[in-house]
């Protein structure tokens, strides 16, 4: 008879090694540190989105210091008027070139006029 026979494997009766304790309580130390900045990140509530809170040289040169003139003091608005689509995937062509229509149209070789000063009014007078 063998003291091992083939058809069971002799590997099965070899013992298992195992990892030391200080390879264990780094694992641990590192599982709690992750834990603790997942749940301080932004994204932390959302299942499957990551938010990029780094800000690259690419995207400063399109961040505005300041708002437009026609939404001063209206944050919201200027975020709404960001959201909404512009593209002809999401409107019809008609309301697509309304959308994207410059607000002033001159014909080609008219000239324009410059812009006035007006005077300044002293309110000392």
């Known amino acids: 008879q063998l003291a091992c026979p083939l058809d069971l494997g002799c590997h ?7 990892t030391p304790a200080f ?3 780094a694992r ?3 599982e709690e540190k ?9 994204d932390a509530k959302t299942k499957n989105a990551i938010i990029d809170v780094k800000q690259t040289e690419a995207q400063k040169k399109y961040m505005t210091q300041f708002l437009p003139h026609q939404f001063r003091g209206n944050v919201a608005l200027y975020e709404k008027s960001l959201q909404t ?4 995937d999401w409107n019809t062509s008609r309301m697509h070139n309304k959308l994207v229509a410059p607000r002033i149209v001159t014909k080609t070789g008219s000239i324009i006029e410059p812009i006035q000063e007006k005077p300044k009014q002293n309110d000392e007078e």
């Open 23 to 25: 390879i264990k309580k």
């Open 34 to 42: 992750a834990k603790e900045y997942r749940e301080k990140r932004e």
């Open 12 to 18: 099965s009766v070899a013992p298992k090694a195992r």
């Open 85 to 88: 689509p512009l593209g002809p």
């Open 28 to 30: 641990e130390e590192a």
